[in-house]
């Protein structure tokens, strides 16, 4: 079984990875798929979204249980829900690596990234000149790859489209990332009150998750 839980945090929050290795039919038919959710899968066009989106259905269900595990679907803003509301969920998937989160009070959110050498080209689609300049070259590598996910993380928790990762979402603390338990995040929805996360880290082989829950501070 791929299955890994890696993390839980009470009886309420429950984290897992899936480190894919099936063929397609193999992780099909490890699921009972609803009428909606097979026409949510027949939008997968290409083999490998099609992989990944099963492994990640397949992670969560692990996650659940399969005794919970009830359908999931998607809202206007693509954010992930059960029907019936059992649990609020968020998942994730990078190369053979899927992620799911699952919590029965807040929402969440739950990203999970191959770690990579990130040109500055491409830190700037996601990373402010601000944010970029708190940078120090020795840990840059390990920055530009956490902050990637963890703003990631925090829009799921949030899941509304209105926001962008490099305008609105502002990481706190890069100057102190690897020292801090946490990493300090603050979006900034358009005409309405700032709102502050923490989102937290860990790494599994190559790969970092990062994982949020929205709960007061």
């Not at 699952?102 to 689609?125: F, H, P, W």
């Not at 979402?169 to 102190?176: A, G």
Request: charged content about 25%.
């Amino acid at each position: 079984m791929p299955y890994i839980p890696v993390i839980t945090l009470d009886t309420s929050i429950k984290i897992g990875l899936w480190h894919t290795m099936e063929e397609e039919k193999t992780l099909y038919n490890m699921l009972s798929l609803t009428e909606r959710e097979e026409m949510a899968l027949s939008k997968c066009t290409s083999p490998k979204r099609r992989l990944q989106w099963l492994s990640s259905r397949c992670c969560l269900k692990e996650t659940l249980s399969p005794k919970e595990f009830v359908e999931m679907l998607s809202d206007e803003d693509g954010k992930p829900y059960l029907y019936p509301a059992t649990h609020h969920i968020s998942v994730s998937h990078s190369k053979e690596m899927a992620a799911a989160i699952v919590c029965n009070s807040y929402d969440v959110g739950i990203d999970i990234q191959e770690m990579r050498v990130i040109s500055t080209d491409l830190a700037r689609k996601y990373m402010s000149e601000g944010e970029l300049a708190e940078e120090n070259e020795k840990d840059r590598h390990f920055i530009r790859n956490v902050v990637w996910s963890a703003k990631e993380a925090a829009y799921k928790c949030r899941g509304k489209k209105d926001v962008y990762l490099k305008e609105n979402i502002r990481v706190l603390n890069i100057s102190t990332l690897i020292q801090d338990e946490g990493i300090n995040i603050v979006i900034y929805p358009p005409s309405r009150e700032p709102l502050f996360y923490i989102v937290e880290y860990a790494f599994y082989k190559n790969y970092v998750y990062t994982y949020c829950v929205a709960s007061p501070i």
